[in-house]
């Protein structure tokens, strides 16, 4: 299947520095890739749909102004959170889709002190 | 807005037992994708259902949809270390936007 990877891994900041997560599809392209956050023993939950070369639609409650996403090429998405607070650690997960199928990123662990 | 509930939320399983998960969406769904979430991994694709009382199946695994595409079943049977994970159902719309249930997180004991 399609191979979607995503950097870094894992980081852990200060409160009120920002954070970029890059999510790339390696071996196809994505025009729209997909931004979930998922809280310990929770759900996946929907952040926003990333669009190539527009802005991104966002879910009820997430602010925009906070999580910052481009979506610049056709292989690339990024999400910056902005002055990142403890609350905001969590467990971030892109995906893409490829026909009616999302494949998933492995996923970038931030976590705020 | 669309809601997909989804039980039980937790599942004991004895190794060799069968079980079942089930998910219900309070609309009508485009189609209902399953996922299996490996404790520290990320979701992985499992199936996708599209029509009206659809039934596929994978090995030991059978996947149903409801016949109003607003309810689905993942059916294990002889159940094995290797099953132990969380299953994901997840609603899907016809622009491929996934509302995901709060899935089951299955245990086996040998």
């Known amino acids: 299947g399609a191979v979607v990877s995503q950097h870094p891994s894992w980081v852990i900041c200060k409160s009120g520095t920002s954070v970029k997560i890059e999510c790339r599809s390696l071996?196809?392209?994505?025009?729209?890739m997909f931004w979930y956050r998922q809280f310990p023993k929770q759900s996946l939950m929907l952040m926003a749909t990333s669009n190539e070369g527009s802005k991104a639609t966002y879910e009820q409650g997430v602010e925009k102004d906070k999580f910052l996403i481009n979506h610049a090429s056709l292989t690339l998405s990024t999400l910056t959170v902005t002055s990142a607070h403890p609350e905001d650690s969590s467990f971030y997960i892109c995906s893409a889709r490829v026909g009616n199928e999302q494949f998933f990123g492995p996923g970038t662990r931030l976590t705020v002190l | 807005g669309q809601q997909v509930m989804q039980i039980p939320q937790y599942q004991h399983v004895q190794e060799g037992e069968d079980f079942t998960t089930y998910c219900n969406s309070s609309?009508?769904?485009?189609?209902i994708q399953w996922y299996k979430q490996r404790p520290g991994g990320h979701p992985v694709f499992l199936i996708q259902l599209v029509k009206s009382g659809e039934v596929k199946k994978q090995k030991r695994l059978t996947f149903q949809f409801g016949e109003a595409k607003k309810n689905s079943s993942l059916h294990i049977t002889a159940t094995q270390t290797t099953d132990v994970g969380t299953y994901f159902c997840?609603?899907?719309?016809?622009?491929?936007?996934?509302?995901f249930g709060a899935g089951t997180q299955v245990v086996v004991t040998p």
């Open positions: 071996d196809f392209q994505a025009t729209t």
């Open positions: 997840a609603g899907g719309s016809s622009w491929g936007k996934l509302q």
């Open positions: 609309t009508t769904l485009s189609n």
